[in-house]
């Protein structure tokens, strides 16, 4: 047989669970979907179709709901530990589980004024509006020793309206494009970024203050940066994260630039002062880097998109 | 000539155009995505291909961008009125137009605390995430005489965990739905509201107000209602804001029934307490209906989906 | 109560069935996605929750997969008329019932040659591949006389490369636009055609081979028309199946031009024979219309589109 | 400084560029989007936002348009390597250039039989419709001295409508998964093939003939594969391109288990045979794996996937 297997993988994708939490009259809501992905001593069913090693992608799925009960959700980093270690330690042919999960967020409705005529306030403890900004992500992955999780989140759009540059770049044959002293800097922020905790022997750390914090950081470093380059941007966002976060060491960001052009008016007889912006769709740059605890080996793998 | 032409329009569809207003220091966006739409005396373009009555579909893009210059954009309803007005009074062959707008929010980042180490505070006023809930609609018509303005929202996912029930319902051979006593309820809002201002002579409402309103009444009508059936739910929403907001006629709300199925999980040994739920994507219930001041006619067309 | 309720409708929308039907070794795949939409005798549920007549939005799904095999699927337009039928006659309160489908076409892949090393072709009777060009559409609607079919379909993508114009338009103050005498015509084909059929008593159109037949007339129109505006090759296509298919009598077209802009290349000392072109996204002309057969009364919505 | 860069890239993704080809009357379309994607000494314009080494986003987007009239499209992977060794070997500060690329077929509209009373059928070698079934990619890399192209694609939809069994599998406290002895196997293939053509003094591949022979035996390979497993499937299929195509070391495919259930019909006094369907969304089994010519290290990335 002059072909043989590679890496490979399989799981049960985008398990949606929805898990309602009861403190009294008040709800709480964890919204995930959830991916599992299990490697390890599969040749056979590749080469010849037998099953005998396989758990069911099916079987993977009953899990996540299963655990959702027996475990709770704490946070999606938590959740995905108890799954990884599941498939890990109870079936012996696994030998590697990971696990990805992307989180949206839930607000409460703000309720009716104390002298409402309608329904009062305490009865609605359980009305949630979906929160609609970035999607949270989160991968766990164990290999029955060490631990690799790595947070993250997506499309959460950001614009600063002012204090961006850009010049002094390379001109060649195929350059037009004039230099700009003031424009919109408008971006969709992809980050990941990566735990130091690898052992159940470590101290872990507060998945749900780490997020909440390391999303602070993304967001103030790119409105207070005044950019020469989205790359330059980039790199104070993903440093920003790693020199506040100490449990964090590595961070990389996909950050398409999405250009608005100022509108010439000109013809109408008109000007425009950084006023009027056409928001472009395709093409975008596309800038993407790790940012790196010094002395720290990447393990994020470079590309998060496939354009 | 045995066919003929019925009624047709045309124009410039989805022009995305972003307004940065500066008061002093700090920057207001607004972010639109504006559809126009023109009929009139046309029937020779069709008919033989003459465009003597046919103003470019791209002029009417450039108009959009150069009336956000020469009006600015005080909100989606007055910017559609302002080229409503222009294309049907500057055009004889234009007897009608209809501005579709789309506005995307933004809210400001938060800063740095203020003995932060970054650029301070006033640093950021131009600085913007982009807010992420529902996407706002307007749709402006005018036909030289009389307005028509129908505001709306879009993509708003909102869940009460309970107080939800449906039982009592037609059981037909087919039928094998088991009654349910609690549940969750889950919609994504699809909302359009037609206001009964119709003529220049009449007092303009605050669009920016209203919209507020409205979308609070959707969402406090949709939390405080004790359900027994989504069609229930829907009338209040409706009625809630016909009742609290006196410029508005009509409301027609479209409500997908995002399911929320409890997970058997009794094979595992395990009790689900309305605790774990799969959040099912096809099939849905759809519930579609107007509400309506009494007296009025209704306007807004049924359907606001194609499926 | 200072309200009332307007047009209302509800079911089960998006219920995804697949028939498989064999004959012999050779499989036949139907693929549907089927929306129910009920109407009649539903105050009650809206004012006061009251279920008493409302068939659940489970049993209208349950329906869908039971009529698949009872009636088996003939064609979308047939299937359709069974459900409707059913829903409008067996419940007393629903008056009326509108059936949407969305039909995917499947083709067989093509097997190994003859003297294949592998499986023989007679075993691959069963294989298919999803063709992926446009959307079927049909919609059924019943009101206990009298039906109404409109067929259709949508993402239907084409392109001239040449044989397209655009010259002679007015011109106002915000016109920028240059003249074109040859340009790239290219659309987006969304259709939708209503047949004449309406009552159990006349004949019923072959409706596969009216599908396919309206669907081959749409395209040769557009390919075979020399295009002074996209209007003009609007009224060609819809014209060409009224004129084609005497069971058709309406056919309403929306038609994004997709454009195709040339790229100026002369910065880089280079002419461009309108041989390189940018595909844009967005903004796009909108041109929509109805062509109607002399002297009926068109039924189509004009809008099938939000934008 | 605490934290250091890591691997870093930029570039202007998807540009969307449509050739068109004259051959007297009859035109050719080459309708791509192509990302670039560049890497170097580019330190500083993340440390410093200098951007002395950066040739502008907008410059390769340029270039993209230039190209295309410059070497004409003969195809995905030949265009791609003449960008790629453009940006390498023409500004010394970039070391590797990377072009992403998805094609998108088109196919001639048939024209009106001769004795049509329209346009004439050699009117028409100018009209097409988008094929719409799968999407081609190609990615090419250029480090200055080395090549890698990864030829692949996406979005092609097959299903088996028998031949397909499931049983034999592992069964724990989770498990409720009947086995299955008959069932619909359906997926959307997602695959990407690595040439062994890396130097230029080797001879090229013809690009067009091998997709389309990789393409061919894809489809064969599923059809053909009387199947026990998904995996067993996508070895056969990944192996069939290896063992058939002497220029294709490599092969990764992503394979969804597009589940069909088949539909309890017991409840209404139906038997369902294998031929009603319920086609589910989410959540989906999905089965990833690399095929490798024997002796060949693996470089084409494992995840193919954000899930």
Redesign the interface.
């Known amino acids: 047989?002059?072909?043989?297997?590679?890496?490979?993988?399989?799981?049960?994708?985008?398990?949606?669970?929805?898990?309602?939490?009861r403190d009294g009259d008040t709800?709480h809501?964890k919204?995930l979907n959830v991916?599992v992905?299990l490697s390890g001593d599969?040749d056979e069913?590749?080469?010849?179709?037998?099953?005998?090693?396989?758990?069911?992608?099916?079987?993977t799925?009953?899990?996540v709901?299963?655990f959702?009960?027996?475990y709770g959700i704490e946070s999606a980093e938590q959740f995905g530990i108890h799954l990884a270690r599941h498939f890990v330690t109870?079936?012996e042919?696994i030998h590697r589980a990971r696990i990805?999960i992307e989180e949206y967020a839930?607000e409460r409705?703000?309720?009716?004024d104390a002298n409402s005529k309608?329904?009062g306030a305490d009865?609605?403890k359980?009305?949630?509006?979906?929160?609609?900004?970035?999607v949270r992500?989160a991968q766990i992955t164990f290999d029955g020793e060490n631990w690799e999780v790595v947070t993250g989140l997506k499309?959460?759009?950001?614009?600063?309206?002012?204090?961006s540059e850009?010049?002094?770049?390379?001109?060649?044959?195929?350059?037009?494009?004039q230099e700009a002293y003031d424009r919109?800097l408008a971006t969709q922020v992809h980050a990941r970024w990566r735990y130091n905790w690898t052992s159940d022997e470590d101290r872990l750390p507060n998945w749900e203050k780490s997020y909440a914090q390391a999303r602070?950081h993304l967001?103030?470093?790119?409105?207070?940066?005044?950019?020469?380059?989205l790359?330059?941007t980039?790199?104070q966002m993903?440093?920003r994260v790693?020199?506040s976060r100490s449990e964090v060491d590595?961070v990389r960001l996909s950050l398409?630039?999405k250009h608005?052009f100022l509108?010439d008016?000109e013809?109408?007889g008109?000007k425009?002062e950084?006023?009027?912006?056409?928001?472009?769709?395709?093409?975008?740059?596309?800038?993407?880097?790790?940012?790196?605890?010094?002395g720290v080996e990447?393990r994020i793998?470079?590309?998060?998109t496939?354009?």
Chains 1, 2, 3, 4 share one sequence.
């Open positions: 047989m002059p072909t043989i297997l590679g890496q490979n993988q399989y799981g049960k994708a985008e398990n949606r669970v929805v898990k309602i939490t709800h809501i919204d991916s992905s599969m069913v590749h080469y010849s179709g037998s099953n005998a090693n396989v758990l069911p992608t099916d079987t799925k009953n899990t709901y299963a959702a009960k027996e109870s079936q042919p990805r839930w409705i703000e309720t009716s309608f329904i009865e609605v359980h009305s949630f509006v979906r929160q609609g900004q970035e992500t499309d959460l759009t950001v614009m600063n309206s002012t204090n850009f010049w002094g770049y390379v001109k060649d044959r195929y350059t037009t494009l919109i602070k967001l103030q470093a790119f409105a207070e940066t005044y950019s020469l380059s790359q330059q980039l790199y993903g440093s790693i020199n590595e398409p630039n608005h509108v008016l013809p109408f008109l425009n950084n006023e009027v912006y056409f928001a472009a769709d395709r093409p975008y740059g596309l800038i993407e880097a790790t940012v790196l605890r010094d990447p793998p470079v590309d998060m496939n354009l």
